[in-house]
């Protein structure tokens, strides 16, 4: 979508606006988060805000909690224009916000819960009677069968988010903010939040819900936001738009302008490379992603195609053992092993590049040369220094063939830009001479020039015989890259296609495709 073009938009509502948010614009350094964003909540709605990592969903949400002031724009709260300073002054506007995690404390009863900062006093002391007698009546309201006067944590996360609601809905909050409240819900505890969901909607609150779970959102909500790289792609009625054309719109069908690749797809499966490195058989962790098989070949680039929230970093972290899994096997080189850590992975030559490239990847403070020689030391034990001179040799090596900029091996890796910090943690893992590289989102948030670079790797590095695990949200980067196509929803696999089968139209009908079992939600036992 240009500048010029408006955002897709469906028909106006009759009922004003209860938070309207016009031409938002938040920066930080080196990244735009939100570019001219618009965005309404209409009383008595339940309003999906749809989009992959990146899109912004998450900026937006705190700039209308007030963590983030904005660069631009004008914030709307009940017709009154608002310059939030701070999380308290969204509160008293009338938002309220129920985070995944709840933030409550859960040595404090329900009702202390509930009532926490509004207590009611009498003699200058804080009403207990009071506070049950208030707590109960706001789980009246709700219909939530708890006892005021157990401590939370005795309950389940489920009934602690719904008791975060009641909280919410004692600040006489015109807005309630759900954000991913479903994540570690079972089908039961889903439609009891739901349920409660329901109410406050008849009640007239504006209920902002965020969601991985396409059918929870196609169940429960009335319109949808959507966006994609910081820009607003549109706003629709979820009745009038098909799942399909939802994953479209979140992707994006936006090719972008890389070098030719020279990777032409294999014509029939028997062309692919027949060397195993690694295999899983029912590999899966409760909670996380349900039992997958997984076949890794010998030159060969296997991509996971998914929304955000399918199981494709969950199922990467098993492989390297970053996670535990309970359930499956795994061989390497047709040999048996147990990935109870990275350590046993990186003893089996298996390397992993985090999508959190700052939070799991790179040192900031360490310099180039210390970031890209970690792991190789690590492999060879602190008591056994890589002698200096090798050092500098390998160092330069994979500045030149990486094309690091700035090429200064002493630079602070905080201070380069993102597409070379992304090739100062590929070198790191490069050194080690792995037999599997495991690359999450490593094109996410550098720009072109860059991201072809590295697109252009992991064509070398498979062609050279190395093993790739390459997952991305760009679908059209994965089917590009990759010989085979592994879909993932709900965390599930769902399908493996070989490439010359992976049609953009039949990967996206496989992500949307809605299950045969009622109730949406999280698989069975995950």
């Not at 006489?172 to 570690?184: C, G, Q, Y």
Request: glycine fraction near 8%; aromatic fraction near 4%; hydrophobic fraction near 45%.
């Amino acid at each position: 979508m240009t500048s010029a073009t408006l955002p897709e938009q469906s028909p106006t509502p009759i009922a004003a606006p209860v938070v309207e948010l016009r031409d938002i614009s938040i920066s930080f350094p080196g990244v735009k988060a939100l570019d001219g964003v618009d965005f309404r909540l209409l009383p008595g709605e339940v309003h999906a805000l749809m989009g992959e990592n990146g899109a912004g969903k998450s900026t937006l949400i705190k700039a209308l909690t007030g963590v983030y002031g904005v660069d631009s724009g004008t914030i709307r709260v009940r017709g009154t224009e608002q310059v939030f300073s701070g999380p308290g002054a969204a509160q008293q506007a009338g938002i309220a916000t129920v985070y995944q995690e709840v933030n409550l404390c859960p040595n404090l009863t329900v009702a202390e819960n509930i009532m926490l900062g509004r207590e009611p006093l009498r003699w200058g002391r804080v009403d207990r009677r009071g506070v049950r007698r208030r707590a109960t009546e706001l789980l009246a309201r709700l219909n939530l069968a708890i006892d005021p006067d157990s401590v939370l944590d005795e309950h389940p996360l489920a009934i602690q988010q719904l008791v975060a609601i009641a909280r919410a809905v004692d600040l006489d909050a015109a807005v309630l903010i759900l954000d991913e409240p479903t994540s570690s819900l079972d089908a039961d505890e889903v439609r009891e939040l739901f349920r409660v969901i329901r109410g406050l909607r008849q009640d007239g609150v504006a209920v902002l819900f965020v969601s991985h779970f396409l059918d929870q959102v196609y169940e429960i909500a009335d319109r949808t936001t959507i966006l994609r790289n910081g820009k607003l792609v549109g706003e629709y009625e979820i009745a009038s738009l098909p799942q399909l054309e939802m994953v479209a719109k979140m992707i994006g069908h936006e090719l972008a302008v890389l070098t030719d690749l020279d990777r032409q797809p294999p014509t029939d499966v028997a062309d692919l490379p027949d060397t195993p490195v690694l295999e899983a058989v029912g590999l899966g962790r409760a909670g996380a992603i349900a039992p997958a098989d997984l076949l890794l070949r010998s030159g060969e680039v296997l991509g996971l195609a998914g929304l955000l929230g399918s199981g494709r970093t969950e199922l990467a972290r098993l492989l390297f053992g970053a996670d535990h899994a309970d359930s499956g096997t795994v061989t390497v080189a047709r040999r048996p092993v147990r990935l109870r850590s990275p350590v046993d992975a990186i003893a089996e030559r298996i390397a992993f590049c985090s999508e959190d490239r700052k939070g799991q990847g790179i040192i900031g403070d360490l310099t180039v040369r210390e970031n890209i020689l970690l792991a190789a030391q690590a492999r060879r034990g602190w008591a056994r220094r890589i002698p200096r001179r090798s050092a500098d040799e390998l160092v330069e090596r994979w500045i030149t063939a990486l094309d690091i900029r700035p090429s200064d091996p002493d630079a602070l890796t905080r201070n380069l830009s993102g597409g070379n910090q992304q090739k100062v943690l590929l070198a790191r893992w490069l050194l080690t001479e792995p037999r599997l590289l495991i690359l999450d989102e490593p094109t996410r948030g550098i720009d072109v020039g860059a991201k072809a670079q590295i697109q252009k790797l992991v064509v070398d590095l498979a062609h050279d015989g190395m093993a790739v695990l390459f997952i991305s949200a760009e679908l059209e980067e994965v089917l590009r890259l990759s010989d085979r196509v592994a879909v993932l929803r709900d965390r599930r696999k769902v399908a493996e296609l070989p490439r010359a089968a992976a049609s953009m139209g039949q990967v996206l009908e496989l992500i949307a495709q809605r299950p045969t079992s009622p109730g949406g939600g999280a698989p069975d036992g995950v």
